[in-house]
């Protein structure tokens, strides 16, 4: 049996819980093959981000050319691409590359530590953005690309508006720091596909955004709608979410194996 083919192009994180480790684990998770381009090396941990150091472009060309050209790729997904030089060299690649593209525009850590150099800004919004099938900005990175800033659901559909007015065909709005039930915005600027689920009191969520995106990328990799895949994925995080992983003195990962835990006897 082949599985389908899923590529990261993130930052390493050493803790275990975001970035291409935690995208890893999820197409694992969920039955896909995944390769991996390390864009930046991460210090990290559950309390916080100690440091970060970008590759240099070339390193990045490299190891995307190596796995493209030869095992191929079926979907791929970014997240952390620290500073304008690797925004454009990625958004270059994608554009030569005909497989979904899902784009995680990560700018501050779970714990507000700065992963995208404000320079940077530009390039996602002109380069990186345009070449996305889907964009899933939280509603921080929303008001660092667009100015809209959100405080209520009634406002996810201005946000979404304002996303897609930068060039990706579909646009996911998560709206996880909202109060109340977890709802999120799926949009193509003609239709609108609003995801609620339960929200869990457990502070464990580290990783919740890379784990998302990586897992609408296996879904589209195995050939789901968008809609489809958005669906399937809001479902593995939450229940990712509800379990929950402690792990160190701070804030733990999301538990990317919980469809796999067996009951201690």
């Not at 389908?4 to 970035?19: E, H, Q, W, Y």
């Not at 700065?114 to 964009?135: C, E, F, G, N, Q």
């Not at 009634?154 to 979404?160: D, T």
């Not at 065909?169 to 949009?187: E, F, M, N, Q, T």
Request: negative net charge; contains cysteine; hydrophobic residues 45%.
């Amino acid at each position: 049996m082949k599985l389908p083919l899923v590529l990261t192009v993130a930052g390493s994180d050493s803790g275990g819980g975001a970035g291409i480790q935690a995208d890893l684990k999820t197409m694992l998770a969920l039955g896909t093959h995944g390769m991996s381009v390390i864009a930046a090396v991460t210090a990290q941990n559950s309390l916080g981000v100690q440091g970060y150091w970008e590759l240099p472009a070339e390193a990045v060309r490299a190891q995307y050319r190596s796995v493209a050209d030869d095992i191929g790729v079926q979907a791929v997904k970014t997240g952390m691409l620290a500073s304008a030089p690797l925004v454009e060299t990625v958004a270059e690649l994608l554009a030569e590359t005909d497989a979904p593209v899902v784009v995680d525009p990560v700018g501050v850590s779970k714990h507000g530590d700065s992963l995208l150099a404000a320079s940077a800004l530009d390039s996602v919004r002109r380069k990186l953005l345009p070449v996305a099938t889907l964009a899933t900005p939280n509603l921080d990175e929303v008001a660092q690309l667009t100015g809209v800033r959100v405080t209520e659901e009634s406002e996810l559909s201005r946000a979404a508006d304002a996303m897609l007015a930068l060039g990706p065909r579909w646009v996911l709005i998560k709206g996880g720091h909202l109060p109340g039930d977890a709802v999120d915005l799926l949009s193509d600027g003609s239709r609108e596909v609003w995801l609620r689920a339960e929200r869990y009191d457990n502070r464990h969520t580290h990783g919740t955004g890379c784990t998302l995106a990586s897992a609408i990328a296996a879904g589209l990799a195995k050939g789901l709608t968008v809609p489809e895949a958005v669906r399937a994925a809001k479902e593995y995080v939450t229940g990712a979410i509800a379990a929950g992983f402690p792990l160190g003195a701070g804030i733990g990962p999301v538990d990317h194996g919980w469809r796999f835990r067996q009951p201690l006897t």
